[in-house]
């Protein structure tokens, strides 16, 4: 009943949705489909050894829908999160300062910022992604350059991490230690994702 009010809300006014958001804390209006903050797309990629091994990781919790895999054995696991929904789409995230984050995770990872012209491979621009000893919080990861970083492991990018935000098409979060992650948030700041 309070998902179906907030979707009339959201259909309605979208100043009554963000009035409902502050009160609430509930997120902006979702897609019909399973979604976090409009975020259809969470992928266990298949590289690594994890559960489940592919597909959504998307499962239903209450009102609302959260994201959970989990890192088996000292091997690069890869879940991907597609900023337009579909592999084809891509964002300028220039304008944006960051994004929030809600999720839980039993040891440290990483999050890539992949954009469109150089998806394929393990040579990108990261940020830390800390572990929060399995309790949920909600952080901010700045988009400034100077968050983010390279692994030598991984290789250095051919591309400045400015040129990714102009060309964004997703958020890819890799970790070579066993993990249990869930996430039930991932808001951008000045982006909102298509619903398709």
């Not at 994201?67 to 964002?91: S, T």
């Not at 399995?134 to 400015?162: C, D, H, N, Q």
């Amino acid at each position: 009943m309070f998902t179906a009010v907030l979707l009339a809300a959201c259909l309605i006014s979208p100043v009554a949705n963000a009035r409902t958001e502050r009160t609430t804390g509930a997120a902006r209006c979702e897609c019909a489909t399973p979604s976090i903050d409009r975020l259809q797309q969470w992928l266990a990629s298949g590289e690594g050894t994890t559960i489940p091994a592919t597909g959504n990781l998307l499962v239903r919790q209450g009102n609302h829908y959260a994201a959970k895999v989990a890192f088996l054995n000292n091997e690069w696991h890869v879940v991907v999160v597609w900023l337009g929904n579909q592999f084809e789409a891509q964002a300028d995230l220039t304008r944006s300062s960051g994004f929030w984050m809600t999720y839980s995770a039993t040891d440290d990872l990483y999050v890539q910022l992949r954009p469109a012209s150089h998806w394929s491979g393990g040579d990108k621009w990261l940020t830390l992604v800390p572990s929060t000893g399995g309790k949920m919080v909600r952080k901010f990861f700045s988009f400034s350059p100077k968050a983010w970083t390279t692994l030598p492991e991984l290789g250095k990018p051919s591309y400045s991490f400015e040129s990714a935000l102009t060309e964004a098409r997703g958020l890819v979060f890799v970790g070579k230690t066993p993990n249990k992650l869930e996430f039930r948030g991932l808001r951008i700041d000045r982006y909102q994702p298509p619903c398709l």
